[in-house]
Nanobody, 120 residues
Framework: QVQLVESGGGLVQAGGSLRLSCAAS????????MGWFRQTPGKEREFVAR???????AYADFVKGRFTISRDSAINTMSLQMNSLKPEDTAVYYC??????????????WGQGTQVTVSS
């Protein structure tokens, strides 16, 4: 079973940048499809970005060109570089891992989340 710990959230002004990290332990990191989701109060958790074990990436339309996902299997860490942040990016961001392609399903492992707040 894999454990995920996020870090790097905080308060930033609109137009600024933050880098989130997700440290994984307890599993074979290179076998996992990894990703980021986010959630705001009263809304469902939504997909942000993913990187499969093969290196294939995908992004939600609302972050394309602004966010970049990466992973370093040598240190079992995944990152999300967030640039040109907007107030609507304010949310709790969750790290996710799954050996299946269905990231975000019932088989997905989740971190505890890290708060990102973007002020206008």
């Amino acid at each position: 079973q894999v454990q995920l710990v996020e870090s790097g959230g905080g308060l930033v002004q609109a137009g600024g940048s933050l880098r989130l990290s997700c440290a994984a332990s307890g599993g074979t990191f290179r076998r996992y499809n990894m990703g980021w989701f986010r959630q705001t109060p009263g809304k469902e958790r939504e997909f942000v970005a993913r990187m499969n074990w093969s290196g294939t990436t995908a992004y939600a339309d609302f972050v394309k060109g602004r966010f970049t996902i990466s992973r370093d299997s040598a240190i079992n860490t995944m990152s999300l570089q967030m640039n040109s942040l907007k107030p609507e990016d304010t949310a709790v961001y969750y790290c996710a891992a799954d050996t299946s392609i269905r990231l975000g399903s019932s088989s997905t492992y989740w971190g505890q989340g890290t708060q990102v707040t973007v002020s206008s």
